[in-house]
T-cell receptor, first 110, second 112 residues
Framework: RKEVEQDPGPFNVPEGATVAFNCTYS??????FFWYRQDCRKEPKLLMS???SGNEDGRFTAQLNRASQYISLLIRDSKLSDSATYLC???????????FGKGTKLSVKP | GAVVSQHPSWVICKSGTSVKIECRSL??????MFWYRQFPKQSLMLMAT?????????EQGVEKDKFLINHASLTLSTLTVTSAHPEDSSFYIC????????FGPGTRLLVL
């Protein structure tokens, strides 16, 4: 089983749609969780951290279920500019080592 | 956010040559930097952890004699791909830590 698994997509949605991405991780001792956004041929950039209680940042909501080892990202009212690859990232190492999923590609159409 | 730069952003070289990539933390000191590699349609894979003033720690399967890492100062880490081959063609990204990981813009290496 891969350490971090995501549905690769692509998710093709119209503007204004709500879209949800899921991610599972294998190491139950993982400590921190993040969603990164990566635009085509660019470096990944932190979108938001994921907390056990769930957290929201504008149109983005992240949730964590430690028992199921499952992380989700919900994007409401999708914008064209949301088109990117969304990487589920888990911190599990002692030296600040991040483990990346393969990413889920989102394409928002007019 | 913090700024990490990489140079060069693009490299095209002949098979057998060595390529040096620089990673700089511009507005913070990074005692630890990370080097990642990303092949097309794949996730970022950690290659090595670069520690200022000491030897780098390499991930399993990454040849330390092929990917030489030097972290001589708190703001600079270099990755040298020695005797590069076409299979080394990839997107190399470094990162430094300040509150969270900040990534450099990446270096695209194409070995002909």
């Amino acid at each position: 089983r891969k350490e971090v698994e995501q549905d690769p997509g692509p998710f093709n949605v119209p503007e204004g749609a709500t879209v949800a991405f899921n991610c599972t991780y294998s190491n139950s001792a993982s400590q921190s969780f993040f969603w990164y956004r990566q635009d085509c041929r660019k470096e990944p950039k932190l979108l938001m951290s994921v907390y056990s209680s769930g957290n929201e940042d504008g149109r983005f909501t992240a949730q964590l279920n430690r028992a199921s080892q499952y992380i989700s990202l919900l994007i409401r009212d999708s914008k064209l500019s949301d088109s990117a690859t969304y990487l589920c990232v888990v911190y599990g190492g002692s030296q600040g080592n991040l483990i990346f999923g393969k990413g889920t590609k989102l394409s928002v159409k007019p | 956010g913090a700024v990490v730069s990489q140079h060069p952003s693009w490299v095209i070289c002949k098979s057998g040559t060595s390529v040096k990539i620089e990673c700089r933390s511009l507005d913070f000191q990074a005692t630890t930097m990370f080097w990642y590699r990303q092949f097309p349609k794949q996730s970022l894979m950690l290659m090595a952890t670069s520690n200022e003033g000491s030897k780098a720690t390499y991930e399993q399967g990454v040849e330390k004699d092929k990917f030489l890492i030097n972290h001589a100062s708190l703001t600079l880490s270099t990755l040298t791909v020695t005797s590069a081959h076409p299979e080394d063609s990839s997107f190399y990204i470094c990162s430094g830590i300040r509150e969270t990981q900040y990534f450099g813009p990446g270096t695209r290496l194409l070995v002909l």
